[in-house]
């Protein structure tokens, strides 16, 4: 077995002295400019005449791959607000909130399983915030089944959620759906233990998560956000109004317009995602209906 060659720094034979010398400065002399650089066919003392490879000077990093559904830039002066122009129903006793939420249910279960075996409702939670005290207990429950209506039920009167509440909240057709939504259900956990956040949480829909896995896109969504690259529209979240006393009975026009609103588009948001995630399917299978077969 052959000794394996020694590398080139470890030779007895030197290196030339203009292979020794770099410049970054292409007006500066070598040590030597008699000496001519030897061309890459030749060998130094020591090594084997081998082929060396080229590095290509001219290569190009190929650009990337066009994303399904680019991020919409747009002017956010130029985007219109969005527009609520179905009822709101608001509700400050617990035996209003209770007929609502039966009502709810039986309409749920009348809704045709096929197709859609789960049915959508935008869910919320507003409550009041203080840099001083912090999180106050949750105020209002938001809910929207369909888009000419939402629901806003004044639970801070409450000292515990109406039965039939909780039976829509955990109804094993209904898809709760919001973004965030899961810290949402925490913090109603925290406030009414007796709302199970485990079966809320295993059967909701996070509608940023929603959006990446269909676009194969990843990050964080905030509501505003999503409602500009999907819809096209601007929500108002007036701080003035985000940060009122949600407590405080009764709620102002503004403040029972701006919680419509966030279930609202949610709802909007779900369908508009339902239906690309349709399409999408679709262009799939008809792809591979037109790919020959072996």
Known sequence: MSKRKQPLWLCDSPIPAAKR?????????????????KKL???LPGEENTPRR??????KIPDEMPKREPLIRLNIDDVPFIEYKGAIKYFTEMHDMAYHCDQLIQWVEQQPEKGQPKVPIGFDLEWPFSFKTGAGKTALMQLCATTDVCYLFQISCLKK????MLRLLNHPRVQLHGVNVKNDFRKLARD??????????ESCMELGQWYNRIHGSSGIWSLERLVLQVCQLRIDKNKKVRMSKWNFLPLSDDQKMYAAVDVYIGQQIYHKLREKEAKLEQERLDLALELPTT
Do not use: C, H, W
Not at 21 to 37: A, G, I, L, M
């Open 21 to 37: 010398t770099v410049s970054n400065n292409e007006n500066k002399p070598t040590e030597r400019d008699d000496v001519k650089p």
């Open 41 to 43: 066919s030749e060998s």
């Open 54 to 59: 080229q590095l290509r000077s001219n290569y």
């Open 161 to 164: 959620l109406p039965a039939a």
């Open 192 to 201: 009414f233990p007796e709302a199970k956040v485990e079966n809320m949480i």
